[in-house]
């Protein structure tokens, strides 16, 4: 794979990696940015989708992913590539100065500058955590299906009561021997048609639900032959499985950026609050990630450090040049990076 080169790559599709692509873009930069998952949009997108948020500033309440499709198409007109579902796993400082950036898809970036938006880190999965998991986790104990045929003849058990969870069912039961669905409750987070499809496998014979907690792992050395369970009135019984799926969501982990040889204090990296900018020259911390004495976790200090950040990169990049603070309103040059003008013709 050739090298991607660019004069900013931005790390973490969260709102403020979103935004920052905006206030880069009024500067005329153009910007890469990447995510470890399939989608856009952080914390928002992933833990919280449809919970209103009441203190961005003009707009009393709007939903999470509101926010983040509002944000996509304020930030379209500046073009940026999105090079998402692959995790930035290396960073490295180049004898020139510039930075190499590797991720989990293979993919090499040659950047002039860093903007780290990554949030808490990459999500991780939720593990099963009972004695000896270990050495099944990746072989009969998974957190994704690689290879759905892989499932043929299995008898699964598929821990979880969200969409993940209930998707899995409908999708491998055509291909199990038999699934058990264990949920901790009654109800389930899935969306209603998913669950009343289950409930059919469940009349089918192919699926049997069962409320509780997975309590032990059966096994006879390598060879898993079952889970342990306990029901939520203390009841144990055996499920004879020989496969494990656990949807029980993600969490987020610091995970490779702590190797990156960037300060951290706390699971976050220091940063100044002119240019938020880390120790290492180049590479700038936005949102959550970064931390300096009176930091807040919000999205709107996270679009502030945006903003700030975009005009020293663009002071890095372009250092004979002076940068002009332009109002969005009054701009005819910023007018033109939005693609005001075209618009203004098509309505004429
Ligand atoms: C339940 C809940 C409610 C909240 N309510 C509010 C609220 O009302 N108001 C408010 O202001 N804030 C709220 N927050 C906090 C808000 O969501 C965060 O401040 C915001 O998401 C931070 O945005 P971010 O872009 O910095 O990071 P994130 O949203 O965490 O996004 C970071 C992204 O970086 C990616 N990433 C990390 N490391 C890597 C890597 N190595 N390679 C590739 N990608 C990587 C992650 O996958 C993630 O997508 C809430 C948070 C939660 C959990």
Redesign the pocket.
């Given at each position: 794979m050739s090298t991607i080169n660019t004069d900013v790559l931005i790390?973490?599709?969260?709102?403020?990696?979103?935004?920052q692509i905006f206030e880069l873009g009024l500067l005329n930069i153009h910007a890469h940015i990447?995510?470890?998952?399939p989608q856009?949009?952080?914390?928002?997108?992933?833990?919280?989708p449809e919970?209103p948020?009441?203190?961005?500033p003009a707009c009393p309440e709007i939903m999470?992913q509101q926010l983040i499709d509002n944000l996509m198409l304020q930030i379209a007109p500046f073009d940026a590539d999105f090079h998402l579902h692959?995790?930035?796993?290396d960073l490295r400082t180049l004898e020139n100065g510039r930075f190499e950036v590797t991720?989990?898809k293979g993919t090499i970036f040659n950047t002039a500058t860093i903007v780290l938006?990554?949030?808490?880190?990459?999500?991780q999965p939720r593990r099963l955590r009972l004695q000896g998991v270990d050495k099944f986790e990746g072989q009969q104990i998974n957190y994704k299906v690689a290879d759905k045929a892989s499932y043929t003849g299995k008898r699964l058990a598929i821990l979880g009561g969200g969409d993940s969870a209930l998707d899995w069912v409908l999708e491998l039961a055509e291909y199990c021997e038999h699934i058990d669905l264990v949920h901790r409750r009654e109800q389930y987070r899935a969306q209603p048609a998913s669950v009343n499809k289950m409930r059919e496998l469940i009349q089918q014979g192919k699926v049997t639900e069962h409320h509780g907690n997975a309590s032990g792992l059966i096994h006879s050395g390598d060879n898993l032959s079952g889970l342990q369970l306990r029901s939520n009135d203390g009841e144990e019984k055996a499920l004879d499985i020989n496969s494990i799926l656990v949807f029980w969501g993600l969490t987020?982990n610091?995970?490779?950026?702590a190797d990156w040889g960037l300060e951290i204090e706390k699971r976050q990296v220091p940063v100044d609050t002119e240019k938020f900018q880390t120790k290492i020259p180049g590479i700038f911390a936005?949102?959550?990630?970064n931390t300096y004495p009176g930091k807040k976790?919000?999205?709107?200090?996270?679009f502030h450090e945006a903003a700030l950040a975009a005009f020293a990169i663009q002071a890095q990049l372009n250092p004979d040049q002076k940068v002009r603070l332009q109002y969005t309103t009054t701009s005819p040059v910023i007018h033109q990076r939005l693609g005001l003008k075209v618009i203004k013709k098509l309505e004429i």
């Open positions: 790390i973490g599709a969260g709102p403020v990696g979103l935004f990447v995510d470890a998952l856009v949009g952080g914390q928002c997108a992933e833990l919280y919970k948020i009441y203190d961005i999470a692959q995790l930035v796993t991720t989990s938006a990554a949030g808490l880190g990459p999500f987020p610091l995970g490779p950026i936005v949102g959550d990630i976790k919000l999205i709107l200090s996270g």
